[in-house]
């Protein structure tokens, strides 16, 4: 019964759904994939509801019933459409559930109602979205090469519905797609379910200077009606490959260097990856291929030249530099140390061999001498280290030095022999020069006393005593060494006379009365002691006289006198013994 009704109903409803699909303003029910979707019925259901049906139009040519529920047998009938068996049923309010919602359900349903006499079909619009994939970029390119149009990677976006848009963003911005050095091309397929499987291929031509560059891309899909979301990838880098501009070649320690050290030539280049093999030629033959350096050990004057370096896959980018290897000798003449006797004359002189411009200097004590350097008549002196140094203009550190000692020797000689009167004794000084050390012996009378203290003062030697004479002395400095000995002789009165002033007393400095001294006091004092000693003169002219008149025998013979023959008998023997030597200084 169910079913004459519907099939009498038939070419009317057809022709209704056909205006139903013409109006504009149709409610349009939206879903996901898989949802469960009520499509409401908005025809006319109320007062004396005969049937209701929801149909759809499956092709353009036939439009199937789907479900109608017919009052009069309170029955619901659904038409055997394999599409929706199991998936369709009718709410409470005549609205239509579709479960497990998919693309082919995007179409125009309808809701025909039969009210009393009236019939009433509004139609309602499903549409269905599905979420793709995250977006993934395969097939990534490993490295891009400069000015090289070239294939970054495929952005896959699967099982989307609509159809979504790919977007690429070059560091986190959107590729210019009207740019010269990107293509964009897109292969868009719908797999078995009816989604849109998208890949979109980008190449891209970069520039050295952008180092690296960080690719993502973006799905842009519809949710709803004027909903759009998007999903992006997640970022992949690319480095950027490009080939040297310059190549440079440096050379360890340095471009001129020493004889017999070791040189490393190392090139680099400015390209990335850095290049490392590299071909060294020397005067425009090849040495070594396909290393970043060369080294030379043990460099000789044979090493000399001009060294270049270029990248193996670009011979014309090259660096030249110019390997200098210098050689520096010295020598001293004299080469090793010398004796001289005082007198003779010597020439010292610096030797320096040399392949560059040089700097030769001959010292003593820091004092710096010309070279060579002639010694006329030598002196002591003139003893002492001699050191050439030879640097070579071009090479830093680089340097030679030579050193010889040289000595003047000579037989002893008694520079000074002075006596002076300190704090009740009488210092005797003995100063000797001679080399080699001359041995200073002293004699007082035939005695040797023992040596109070030596004191070396350059070339010359400083000897001293301290004695205190009972009598009139004489004492002696005898000098000797390898080349022969020199004496001298100095007369000491006994402490309790004073000592005549002569070239070997020597003034205490310390004397305070010495120091005031100065040429005016001299003259007075001399002129004072003459007036004195006229005085006193006159006064034993007067005394003698008066003695003389007197004449008395018995008071001639005094202490005194016997004391006296004492002391020059014992002086006399004194210079017996010392037979040679002056007190000349
Ligand atoms: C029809 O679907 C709605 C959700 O769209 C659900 O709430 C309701 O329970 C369903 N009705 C039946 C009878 O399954
Ligand atoms: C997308 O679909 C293609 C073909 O079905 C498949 O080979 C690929 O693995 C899928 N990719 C993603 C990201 O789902
Ligand atoms: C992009 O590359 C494809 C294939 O090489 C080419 O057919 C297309 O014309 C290019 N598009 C542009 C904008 O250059
Ligand atoms: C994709 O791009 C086209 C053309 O620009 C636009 O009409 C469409 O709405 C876009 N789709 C989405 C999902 O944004
Ligand atoms: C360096 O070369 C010189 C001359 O060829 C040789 O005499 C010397 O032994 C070498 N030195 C080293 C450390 O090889
Ligand atoms: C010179 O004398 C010094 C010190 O006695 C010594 O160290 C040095 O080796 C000598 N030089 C030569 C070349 O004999
Ligand atoms: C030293 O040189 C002087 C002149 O330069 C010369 O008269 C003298 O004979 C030389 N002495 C010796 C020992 O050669
Ligand atoms: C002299 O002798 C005294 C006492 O022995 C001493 O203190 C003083 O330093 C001496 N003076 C000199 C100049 O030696
Ligand atoms: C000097 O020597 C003689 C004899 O050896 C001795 O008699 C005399 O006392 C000595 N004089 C002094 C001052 O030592
Ligand atoms: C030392 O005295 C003796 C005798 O008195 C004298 O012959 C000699 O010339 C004196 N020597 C000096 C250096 O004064
Ligand atoms: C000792 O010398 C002093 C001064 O030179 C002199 O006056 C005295 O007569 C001398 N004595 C003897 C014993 O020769």
Not at 143 to 171: A, D, R
Not at 372 to 398: I, N
């Amino acid at each position: 019964m169910g079913a004459s009704s519907t099939g009498v109903l038939h070419p009317i409803l057809f022709l209704l759904l056909g205006l139903g699909m013409q109006v504009q303003a149709m409610t349009t029910v939206t879903a996901m994939v898989g949802d469960t979707v009520t499509l409401p019925c908005e025809a006319k259901r109320f007062g004396d509801l005969n049937l209701v049906s929801w149909r759809v139009k499956l092709t353009d040519t036939s439009i199937e019933q789907l479900i109608s529920y017919s009052s009069s047998s309170s029955e619901t009938k659904m038409k055997d459409i394999p599409e929706y068996k199991d998936r369709i049923l009718l709410n409470k309010n005549f609205f239509l559930n579709i479960t497990d919602v998919g693309i082919k359900d995007e179409r125009v349903f309808s809701c025909f109602t039969l009210v009393g006499s009236d019939i009433d079909e509004v139609p309602v619009a499903l549409k269905v979205y599905k979420t793709p994939s995250n977006p993934e970029i395969m097939a990534l390119a490993t490295f891009l090469n400069e000015g090289v149009l070239q294939k970054v990677g495929v952005c896959v976006v699967n099982n989307s519905y609509p159809m979504p848009n790919i977007t690429w963003q070059h560091n986190y911005k959107d590729v210019d797609l009207s740019s010269p050095d990107v293509n964009v091309t897109n292969n868009v397929v719908t797999n078995k379910n009816g989604f849109y499987e998208i890949q979109s291929s980008l190449r891209y031509s970069s520039r050295r200077e952008e180092g690296k560059i960080s690719f993502t891309c973006m799905a842009i899909y519809f949710e709803g009606l004027n909903k759009t979301a998007s999903k992006e990838s997640s970022p992949v880098t690319l480095l950027i490959h490009y080939k040297s501009s310059k190549i440079s070649l440096e050379v360890t320690p340095a471009q001129d260097v020493e004889e017999g050290t070791n040189v490393t030539m190392s090139c680099s280049g400015d390209g990335y990856p850095p290049p490392e093999k590299f071909n060294f030629m020397k005067n425009g033959e090849e040495k070594v291929v396909a290393t970043d350096h060369y080294g030379l050990i043990n460099v000789t004057q044979d090493d000399t030249g001009e060294y270049t370096c270029s990248e193996q896959d670009n011979p014309d980018i090259k660096d030249a530099v110019n390997v200098t290897v210098h050689y520096l000798t010295l020598t001293m003449n004299p080469n090793e140390n010398v004796s001289k006797m005082v007198g003779e004359n010597i020439t010292l002189e610096c030797l320096a061999f040399s392949s560059g411009a040089l700097q030769v200097t001959l010292m003593k004590k820091n004092r710096v001498y010309q070279t060579p350097l002639r010694l006329d008549s030598l002196q002591y002196v003139h003893s002492g280290t001699y050191t050439c140094s030879a640097k070579l203009v071009e090479v830093k550190e680089m340097k030679r030095e030579k050193t010889i000692i040289v000595r003047v020797e000579g037989k002893p000689r008694i520079t000074k022999l002075t006596k002076k009167v300190v704090n009740n004794t009488k210092v005797i000084t003995c100063v000797v020069e001679g080399f080699p050390k001359p041995i200073v012996q002293w004699s007082i009378n035939g005695t040797a006393p023992r040596e109070e203290s030596v004191k070396d003062r350059k070339s010359q030697w400083s000897h001293k005593i301290t004695v205190q004479p009972s009598e009139n002395i004489t004492v002696t400095c005898l000098a000797t060494n390898a080349h022969g000995q020199d004496q001298d002789t100095v007369n000491l009165t006994a402490m309790r006379f004073k000592e005549p002033v002569d070239e070997t007393l020597e003034q205490d400095p310390a004397d305070p009365r010495d120091k005031k001294n100065d040429g005016k006091n001299d003259q007075a004092k001399v002129i004072v002691g003459v007036i004195v000693g006229l005085l006193i003169a006159a006064v034993i002219a007067g005394v003698v006289y008066w003695l003389y008149k007197k004449k008395s025998p018995t008071s001639k013979t005094k202490t005194n006198e016997r004391g006296t023959a004492d002391e020059i008998k014992k002086i006399n023997k004194g210079d017996n013994n010392h037979t040679s030597g002056s007190s000349a200084v």
